[in-house]
């Protein structure tokens, strides 16, 4: 077992971090402030090659392994949960959805401008009435003569506002049940397809999060992706990928409140001494820096199942679970350890605080990892 | 277009350095890393390659300092020449420069050889006109502009000196050495580091080498630096404020 | 054969090194030379000032760098063979005492900070290293000893200290034509900040708020009769003032008479940049901040609030 990194991924961390303390870092703030999505550093971002990595070099990724895209999503992440979380379902679940299930054509077509960071990928499933209830969902794609007519609203769909490609999951065949949904690649601008307003939300204010609203909008028969009926398939293997990076996204959200809480501890004096010296404290930082590695190991590890093409669902549910969950644990800390100014804006803790809670949720809630995890056990 | 060296050093990356007991330094959980002068000789090689020309990256250090092949190799550069040996751990640079001739006259053609204008250790700022002289060529250092002629053969470079800018030509071959301010090194790309690995790397040892000579500069001890002076505190009450401001006064300063 | 050479292109800068390396000629023995080009004032100042000889370089031509010396300075310390040559740290300079030493087939230390001779008469420099982080003592093997040593390290040897003295003077005649031309030479402008002659600096750092709150730092400059500077972050990052006002390592060095940072934490970068100021003051509200460790003068306290109040009371003490 050897627990190193490559000499290519050392660097390409590196690269990353020093490109998000360069363009991301100085703006998190403000975005956050502003729900802003910042498109500069998304062109930046495609420029480096950072929105395609673990996709092949014919179509138009840097063909590196999906341990190093996780990498760059850590990285990300540390400077701003937003940022890398938008990495993150582009590359990890639209980009991938489209290699591992896309024709030839669709993956020229979508897959490439992606990879490259000229388009935007979505993941459009959740519902008001479905969410970790997939099946409860009720938008209906009927087959009308070439095209699919799709009727329906989807919800908290992340980069609905923004988003150039849409995969937009909608029953088929009710009749068939779990072999019934579709999955269709719909690019922003078709008519009957509306992104509604952007959610004012708690946190990853950057993020741009929709609904989205489809009436009779139709989508020619080219545009299925994969077969009819295994959508569902599709959508779950999205998420085994989608997972791990919101594992490393929350990595990312660790590290940085580790960050400030080392400093600031260091650098607050109270009763005469850095509160550092103080037990309670450092033992708060401790705790943190424990479970930052485990949380670390636990991604890296179902990354690296993922390269050796082995089968990694549990993993990455284990790390997803573990990983958002220390995040929002260790968020608090680091704000009870910021005192007051932890509670204001300026301070960097509070909005990792904020991010955190989110990584809990989206992307399988807590409750649905623990139902794939003992599910996965239990066999 | 022109046929460039880059010299780089892979460097102690100061941020690690801790302060030991009784003035000593601790180097015991130091990384390394690319020295940031040499990133800028790199960056502005491969914008003075052009159509046509080449980029070598070439450094002189223990085999440790392989990890910084690639990051040069990430840089722009075509390939890269390593004259590796333990003994070259800690040269001076009369020795640097005298490894890195030998490796340039024998085994590199070149036009342009660029130099950062010191290293990030040791900031001797000696390396590039010491290698210019030991291979006789003109040097022009601390240049902050540089230009290579369309046509080609020589260079016209902006010297910066104190009283301003000497702007300065010189033909084919010249060294350089380039300040921070000539460019902003790139941070490089997923497939800039990817590729790096794929480009050809000639390693030197030193039986290839005439034997090194001794060191003509000597470090006879490295301490923490330390600019201790014994702070008087003051408050911010009314009273502490008049009495800082006395004492600037009475130490001729209050304007 | 004993005997101290020094080299600089600017008189002020001769009298600078004539202060360690009359010294050393004092203590060794030898004779005291210096070389400075034509222009650079009459040969009874340096006389006066402690040299024994003179070597005057003729005008260069427009187009010739004064790097075109190089053969003919190493033929005459060749020829002469003194123990050690002293050079200004400016970018001509160091240039020139690196090529120098690499005739020579000598050692040459850089950027030294300090120059003394040890116990067995073995010239030792300080210099640093590692960004600032680390002092460096270093010992040159070869002869002749070089160093290169940074404008207004030394103070300047008192001129017309010893009036009437007098020494041997020659000059030597244009070098041979040099394979780099000068085509053009552009003056700095003279911005109205100098920061580097100013005798009272005030210093910004992280701890500004926004670039508005620099017309407080201003207001203390002026009340103190002094400029503004700043640390790297808030030119190189914020670029809330230009790269020229910012001290450090990177940055400008200054030895002022009074150096007073507003919220600048100390990093050892930037204190690199004012080691040598006379007074080193500083506000800070972190009772932690590295910079109180450097400075004589301290006031823990929020910039906003102490800020107002130095003003004012430097004014009511001004009358």
């Keep these: 077992m050897e627990f190193k990194l490559t000499e290519e991924q050392e660097l390409i961390r590196k690269n990353m971090r020093e490109f998000a303390d360069k363009y991301v870092e100085p703006i998190a703030a403000e975005i956050d402030e502003n729900s802003r999505h910042p498109a500069e550093v998304f062109k930046l971002l495609a420029e480096g090659d950072w929105m395609g990595i673990p996709i092949p070099g014919e179509y138009g990724g840097a063909g590196a392994d999906y341990l190093t895209h996780i990498l760059a999503v850590e990285e990300l992440s540390r400077s701003c949960a937003s940022t890398g979380f938008t990495v993150s379902i582009h590359v990890g679940i639209a980009c991938m959805l489209v290699l591992l299930n896309g024709t030839e054509e669709q993956k020229k077509k979508y897959l490439t401008p992606m990879a490259k960071g000229e388009k935007l990928g979505a993941f459009v499933l959740t519902e008001p009435g479905a969410g970790t209830d997939v099946m409860a969902a009720t938008t209906t794609a009927v087959l009308d003569g070439d095209a699919y007519v799709l009727n329906g609203t989807k919800t908290f769909t992340s980069n609905g506002p923004t988003g150039d490609f849409y995969m937009v999951f909608a029953w088929t065949d009710k009749a068939a049940g779990r072999k019934g949904m579709s999955c269709f690649i719909i690019p922003r601008g078709t008519p009957g397809m509306t992104p509604g307003e952007h959610f004012r939300k708690m946190g990853l204010r950057s993020s741009q999060t929709s609904e989205m609203v489809f009436k009779d909008c139709r989508v020619p028969k080219e545009n299925l992706l994969g077969k009819e009926g295994a959508g569902l398939v599709m959508a779950m293997a999205g998420f085994d990928h989608g997972r791990v990076g919101i594992a490393a996204q929350s990595v990312g959200i660790i590290q940085a409140a580790l960050d400030e809480s080392i400093r600031y501890s260091k650098e607050r004096v109270q009763f005469g001494n850095p509160i550092s010296r103080n037990q309670a404290i450092s033992w708060m930082i401790a705790n943190m820096a424990t479970e930052l590695q485990a949380a670390r190991f636990l991604t890296y590890h179902a990354a690296w199942l993922k390269d050796q093409k082995q089968g990694f669902s549990k993993e990455a549910a284990m790390a997803k679970l573990f990983a958002s969950e220390a995040a929002m644990r260790h968020t608090i800390k680091a704000v009870q350890i910021h005192g007051g100014y932890g509670y204001c804006k300026g301070a960097k803790v509070e909005r990792l605080f904020r991010d955190a809670k989110i990584t809990e949720i989206y992307e399988g809630t807590s409750e649905a990892q623990r139902m794939v995890i003992s599910g996965n056990v239990l066999r | ?255 | 054969m004993a005997g101290i050479w020094i080299f600089a292109e600017k008189k002020e800068l001769v009298l600078e090194l004539l202060t360690p390396g009359g010294e050393l000629a004092a203590r060794q023995g030898g004779k005291l030379t210096i070389v400075v080009p034509e222009a650079e004032g009459d040969p009874a100042d340096y006389f006066a000032a402690g040299a024994d000889e003179v070597v005057l370089l003729s005008p260069l031509a427009e187009d010739v760098t004064l790097g075109a010396w190089l053969p003919v300075l190493a033929g005459e310390i060749r020829a002469a063979d003194p123990e050690a040559v002293l050079l200004a740290a400016t970018s001509r300079g160091k240039e020139i005492a690196a090529r120098l030493a690499a005739r020579l087939e000598t050692g040459l230390a850089s950027n030294c900070l300090s120059l003394a001779a040890d116990a067995d008469g073995t010239l030792v420099m300080e210099r640093l290293a590692y960004g600032g982080a680390a002092l460096q003592r270093v010992a040159v093997m070869g002869r002749p000893v070089m160093a290169t040593i940074p404008p207004r390290t030394f103070p300047p040897a008192a001129a017309a200290a010893i009036p009437g003295r007098e020494g041997s003077v020659r000059t030597l005649p244009p070098p041979p034509a040099d394979t780099v031309r000068v085509v053009a030479r552009k003056e700095k402008e003279r911005s109205a900040q100098d920061i580097t002659a100013a005798k009272t600096v005030v210093c910004v750092g992280r701890g500004l708020e926004k670039r508005e709150d620099l017309e407080l730092a201003r207001q203390l400059a002026a009340a103190l009769g002094g400029e503004i500077g700043c640390t790297r972050p808030i030119s190189e990052e914020l670029h809330w003032l230009p790269d020229n006002l910012c001290i450090g390592l990177s940055g400008v060095q200054v030895k002022p008479e009074l150096y007073l940072g507003l919220g600048v934490s100390g990093q050892i970068q930037h204190l690199t940049g004012l080691r040598g100021a006379r007074l080193i003051c500083a506000v800070n509200r972190d009772p932690n901040a590295p910079i109180f460790l450097a400075a004589d003068l301290g006031i823990i306290g929020d910039l906003y609030e102490v800020t107002p109040k130095l003003i004012e009371e430097v004014k009511k003490i001004r009358g």
């Design chain 2, 1 to 255: 277009m022109p046929k460039v060296v880059a010299c780089f050093k892979w460097v102690v990356d100061e941020a690690y350095i801790r302060k030991g007991g009784g003035g000593a330094l601790d180097f015991s959980a130091v990384d390394y890393k690319l020295s940031e002068y040499d990133r800028n000789a790199l960056e502005e090689a491969t914008r003075c390659r052009g159509e046509g020309g080449t980029v070598t990256a070439l450094t002189a250090g223990s085999p440790e300092a392989a990890k910084g092949l690639k990051d040069a190799l990430s840089r722009g550069a075509d390939t890269a020449v390593f004259a590796s040996d333990p003994a070259f751990a800690a040269l001076d640079s009369s020795q640097t420069a005298a490894v890195l001739a030998e490796v340039i006259r024998n085994r590199i053609p070149y036009d342009l050889i660029i130099c950062g204008e010191g290293s990030g250790d040791q900031y001797a700022q000696q390396v590039g006109p010491r290698l210019a002289e030991n291979l006789g060529i003109p040097c022009i250092s601390y240049v902050q502009k540089l230009t290579v002629a369309a046509e080609g053969g020589r260079i016209t470079a902006e010297r910066r000196v104190e009283e301003g800018v000497e702007v300065v030509e010189a033909s084919f071959p010249v060294l350089v050495t380039v300040l921070p301010e000539i460019n902003i090194p790139r941070i490089p790309g997923v497939k800039d580091t990817l590729m790096a690995g794929k480009k050809p790397v000639v390693t030197v040892k030193n039986e290839e080498l005439p034997p090194l000579g001794a060191a003509k500069l000597k470090t006879l001890a490295m301490t923490a630096a330390r600019l201790e002076r014994n702070c008087e505190l003051f408050g911010t009450a009314p009273e502490d404020i008049a009495r800082f401001v006395t004492a600037l006064q009475q130490k001729g300063v209050s304007g």
